[in-house]
């Protein structure tokens, strides 16, 4: 029975055969376990001279077994390596690639001109109080200007974590909101930073519109120069400036045209001529040459004294001008879009279409 049994062990064609083989001599009712019980029901003198030969058997058929499952085992790394091969050769498979989205381009680019121009970037946070949103701008509660905004507020929220206000007055002017505009950044900067002060603050700011030019969410950049002896000609010298930079031709033409707004005093709004080439709107010469047009990129002016003094900085003392550009807007210009909607719908082909993406 055990040359049967190593014969039939050497002869295993997979490792499943193997463990047949084994079942059936060294399992529960194999032939050796079998013949190992046997050893108790033998007399003292028979046992031991049959069990040495049995364990013999024993030990024998469990070796044949191991080295058989090692040689079957290496016989199957064998013949997996062979048929696993990798072509290294094969080009490997194209994958989109992410890229920067025009929008933050345009954020990056402005904020290094305007470094070389000596300004500083600050920040300050999109979900905003009232009071800095437009109380502190020159906007109190029943100012007609706040209803321009089509603000998002967030119902009876309580800023802070802390207890609500408990005047009526003072809840209003801690109502929370998502910022409009880029301006209450004005606001926190001087008070913290008091005079003289220059500084950029890119961000985005909410309104609940949306059109061709108009989306809900979107980015400004505001600027904010504050020393002595500032007037309406360092802004529009400072604008000039950053355009042509920023478009990189000469013939940029501003158009600055009065207006209103409740935190400057005078205001005007910038406006860009442009000219229509197919349908792309390409930035460069005067607007109201033939084929040409303006479009409004933001609003700007001298700070107002009223603002000036909510913020702690004295308008006896101190001027400063201010504006708020719509980065979507430049970017269009920049890469000639034509509609500021698509710049949030997350299209890889519009990005691709325009060099953004892969
Ligand atoms: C303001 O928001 C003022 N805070 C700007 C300002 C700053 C004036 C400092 C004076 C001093 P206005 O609401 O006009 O102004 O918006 C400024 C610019 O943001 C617009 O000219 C336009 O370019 C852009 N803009 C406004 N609404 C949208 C919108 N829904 N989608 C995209 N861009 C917009």
Redesign the pocket.
């Known amino acids: 029975q055990k040359d049967a049994a190593l014969a039939a062990i050497a002869d295993a064609a997979s490792l499943e055969a193997l463990d047949e083989q084994r079942v059936a001599a060294l399992g529960k009712k194999g032939w050796v376990s079998l013949a190992l019980k046997t050893l108790g029901q033998m007399s003292p003198e028979q046992r031991q001279e049959a069990a040495p030969a049995i364990q013999a058997v024993r030990a024998e058929i469990a070796s044949a077994i191991e080295a058989k499952k090692a040689a079957l085992e290496a016989a199957e790394l064998e013949s997996q390596l062979a048929s696993e091969t990798l072509d290294l050769t094969l080009p490997a498979p194209v994958r989109p690639q992410g890229s920067v989205h025009p929008v933050s381009q345009v954020m990056d680019e402005l904020a290094e001109i305007f470094a070389d121009l000596g300004f500083a970037v600050a920040t300050g946070p999109e979900i905003e109080d009232d009071w800095h949103n437009f109380t502190a701008l020159n906007m109190d509660e029943s100012h007609p200007a706040r209803a ?2 089509d603000t998002f507020y967030f119902p009876d929220a309580v800023p802070d974590g802390g207890q609500p206000a408990s005047s009526s007055e003072a809840l209003g002017q801690k109502k929370m909101l998502l910022r ?4 209450p950044v ?1 606001i926190r900067s001087m008070k913290e930073q008091g005079a003289p002060i220059r500084l950029i603050a890119p961000g985005r ?1 909410y ?1 609940s ?2 059109d061709a ?4 969410m ?1 980015h ?1 950049v ?1 600027g904010l120069v504050v020393d002595r002896d500032i007037h309406l000609g360092h802004l529009k010298w400072t604008l000039e400036t950053f355009f042509k930079a920023f478009f990189e031709r000469e013939d940029i033409t501003l158009r600055l045209r009065p207006s209103y ?1 409740p ?2 005093e005078p ?1 005007v ?1 910038v406006d860009v001529g442009y000219s229509n080439e197919g349908n792309r709107r390409v930035v460069g010469g005067h607007g109201d040459a033939e084929g040409h047009d303006w479009m ?6 001298m700070v107002n004294r009223r603002v000036l003094e909510m913020a702690g900085v004295d308008p006896d003392e101190y001027q400063g001008f ?5 980065i ?2 430049i970017a269009m210009l920049k890469y000639g879009m034509n509609d ?1 909607r698509a710049f949030f719908d997350g299209d890889p082909r519009w990005l691709s279409h325009y060099g953004f993406g892969a």
Request: charged share 20%; no cysteine; net charge negative.
């Open positions: 321009m905004h409009t505009h880029t301006s004005q700011v309104r519109d949306s030019t108009h989306t809900p979107f400004q505001e707004f935190f400057t205001s709004e409004e990129l933001g609003g700007s002016g201010a504006f708020g550009l719509g979507d807007r500021l």
